[in-house]
Structures are given as C-alpha cells and as structure tokens.
C-alpha cells in the first residue's frame, strides 16, 4: 500500500457492551519477525535496524508519491487518502436489530474506507451496524490512533468529521473567495473515494443496493465486505477492465451530510485549515 496500511478491522462490536480494543493480528510471513539476529544477517546481509531503516525509507518516498497524485487533482496540498462511509445493505439480523436500520430506513453495516488517488482503498473499518454516526467509527478507529501519531499528512474528509491536524474537512457558509477556492479543492480532490466506491459496488453488485442486499449475518457479511474491498484493489492492480464505468460514477451515492463537526475542531486543525484559505485566495 502507498501511505496508510489495509486495515480490515473485522471484528463486529456486541452492541450494548463496553467498547474493547479490536485484536491486532500481525503478518506471520515477515521473516523480520521471528529470525535471529544472526539469520537476518546470513539471509539479507544487513542488520535488522538497517533492513527497517530502508523500509520507513521506501514508505516515505511512497508517501511522497501519493500526495504528489493528490495534489495534481485540485492543487490541495499534503494528502494521503481522502476517506468516507458508505452504507452496505443487510439482511436484517435477528440480534440487535434496531441498530442495524441506517439513516435512509434499511439494515446496514456502515464501512469506512479511505481511498488514494489512484481509486484503491488503503484503509477499511468494517464492523459497525448501520445506525451509528461516521465520526464515531473513525473516533474508535486505530486508523484515528495511527494518524495521531504521524505527521507528515492530511485525510480529506465531509463535514461528518471534525476538523483535526490530520483531518482537513470543508468550511461551513464559506463567505470568501478563499474559503469557497478551498471547498472546492477540498471537494474535488476528496471525490476520489466516491468514485472508489462507485467502481467498487459496479464490479461487485451484491454490496450495492441495486443487487438487493447480503442474505448473511452481520459477522458473515463482514467478511464479504472486506473480501470486495481486497478484490477491488487487486482489479485495479490487474487493470481488469470495468465494462459498466459510466454508471459507476453514479453507484455510490453519499446520502445527506451528516451533522458538520466545526465545534469539535481542535486549534491546530484551524489553523492549517485557514492557512491553506489563505494559499487558495491567492488562486
């Protein structure tokens, strides 16, 4: 992946209980993980702290990459993925089943994704019940605790998240020439994960509401959802040909904005935000 790893956060909540932790599984093939000292050095010829060295390195430069594929978009600057929900249509469960009805009156798992420029998904949260709100998937996200940790880029998101150093989201009544530049850079370059999801539900109908819904519980349906998402980038990787492109620009439909998270903004997230309103002024 470019920037941010393929998270499949698998494990549906029990709805009721206290929020636990999801497990973290590791990749058992790194042999980084489980060779000596010693092996690393006969297998690879370089010690491990240099072999880690050289990974951040190359991840760096793929980083670079990737903001310079954003940035060729609208000119918005510093980004590494642009993330969204969308509501995946359920059979409804007989456990729970109230928490399960969306926004829009159907069962749903609600899925957070963030999409690169180049329409893969590099992140995927995939475990809560259609009823609950896009900023609390990502405010109990370890997407949310890995960002908050680095510095070196922005995610685009709606006016469902709140403004943070990491988050940039649209100005609320823009009243500027800078401010309305912003928004529609923001919105331009953001777009690429509804187009990632457009393409995504056109090749695999059976996560779109136009192929019904997921005849399986909330467990199983997870597992197709995440298998779409991998299946998704592997076509894009394969460049296997969408036959249907032009309706799926139209598949993923965004629903009403949730409530804009301004209030929830913190100081360093503003003032990025009004730096980059006065850079589009200049536009």
């Known amino acids: 992946m470019a920037s941010l790893i393929l998270l499949a956060d698998e494990n549906v909540p029990v709805i009721g209980r206290k929020l636990q932790r999801p497990r973290v599984f590791r990749d058992r093939t790194n042999?980084?993980?489980f060779l000596s000292d010693e092996e690393v050095v006969e297998r690879y010829r370089l010690p491990r702290h240099v072999l880690y060295r050289l990974v951040?390195?190359?991840?760096?430069?793929?980083?670079?990459?990737?903001?310079?594929?954003?940035?060729?978009?609208?000119?918005?600057?510093n980004v590494i993925g642009a993330i969204d929900g969308t509501l995946i249509p359920i059979m409804a469960p007989k456990e729970n089943e109230p928490e399960y009805v969306c926004r829009k009156g159907f069962h749903a798992m609600n899925v957070q994704v963030v999409a690169d420029a180049s329409l893969r998904f590099t992140n995927i949260v995939c475990k809560w019940p259609g009823s609950v709100h896009?900023?609390?998937?990502?405010?109990?996200?370890?997407l949310k605790d890995h960002m908050e940790t680095r510095n070196d880029g922005w995610l685009l998101g709606d006016s469902a998240y709140a403004l943070k150093k990491y988050m940039m989201t649209p100005k609320s009544n823009p009243s500027s020439v800078g401010e309305e530049n912003y928004n529609a850079a923001h919105s331009r370059t953001r777009v690429v994960v509804?187009?990632?999801?457009?393409?995504?539900?056109s090749r695999f109908r059976c996560v779109?509401?136009?192929g019904g819904m997921l005849l399986f519980s909330p467990q199983k349906s997870v597992q197709i959802i995440t298998a779409v998402a991998k299946l998704h980038n592997m076509c894009l990787d394969m460049k296997v040909p969408l036959m249907e492109y032009e309706e799926a620009v139209n598949m993923h439909d965004p629903g009403v904005h949730q409530q804009a998270q301004d209030a929830n903004a913190d100081q360093t997230g503003q003032a990025i935000r009004q730096r980059l309103i006065q850079r589009f002024a200049m536009n």
């Open 134 to 142: 896009d900023s609390f998937i990502f405010a109990n996200s370890e």
């Open 194 to 201: 509804e187009r990632a999801l457009g393409v995504c539900k």
């Open 208 to 210: 779109h509401k136009s």
């Open 31 to 33: 042999p980084l993980d």
């Open 56 to 77: 951040e390195m190359v991840r760096a430069n793929e980083a670079l990459v990737t903001k310079h594929h954003f940035y060729q978009i609208a000119g918005f600057p």
